[in-house]
């Protein structure tokens, strides 16, 4: 890969690991166990993105359509989540996020914003600025290089092929 070393790969690795961990300790924290991160997930995904049928939502999760159809059961179960018929086609049926999901999504949220931001003011400034200025970069080569295409909400727009 050019311009890229080793340092950097690890770096981002390690940040990753950080990012993963601060939230899992707030889906633990916020649902004691009700909601596993692959839930959550799936949760987010629905209150963040909209409704969408289950086989989007697996492809989304980089499940399986058997693997997502229990875990959406298990969300309906638990109220978090509910099914609907697509008012176009019957044989499809929508899934989207109840207010009690959209609540635990809120507080996930909130929770990850603040532990970042504590986490934030430990840089020096020059740093911060740093990030500030190329993180934009970094969410482009995301949303450029996701297989689903699913970019995270506030991602910059893919240029059009023809432009890349």
Do not use: W
Not at 17 to 25: A, D, G, N, S
Not at 122 to 141: H, N, S, V, Y
């Amino acid at each position: 890969m050019p311009g890229s070393s080793e340092e950097l790969l690890d770096a981002m690795t390690e940040v990753s690991r950080h990012l993963l961990r601060l939230m899992t300790q707030c889906v633990d924290q916020l649902t004691e166990g009700e909601v596993s991160v692959t839930q959550y997930r799936a949760l987010a995904a629905l209150a963040l993105r909209g409704p969408r049928n289950a086989s989007v939502l697996a492809e989304e999760l980089v499940v399986g359509r058997p693997a997502a159809t229990k875990l959406v059961d298990r969300l309906v179960r638990r109220g978090l989540i509910k099914r609907r018929k697509h008012p176009a086609d019957r044989r499809q049926v929508i899934l989207e996020v109840t207010e009690r999901g959209r609540e635990i999504v809120r507080g996930v949220q909130q929770c990850r914003r603040r532990r970042l931001a504590r986490v934030l003011t430990e840089l020096e400034p020059g740093a911060r600025e740093a990030l500030t200025r190329d993180m934009p970069a970094l969410l482009e080569a995301f949303a450029l290089s996701s297989p689903s295409g699913v970019r995270a909400p506030g991602a910059a727009k893919p240029a059009p092929a023809a432009v890349r």
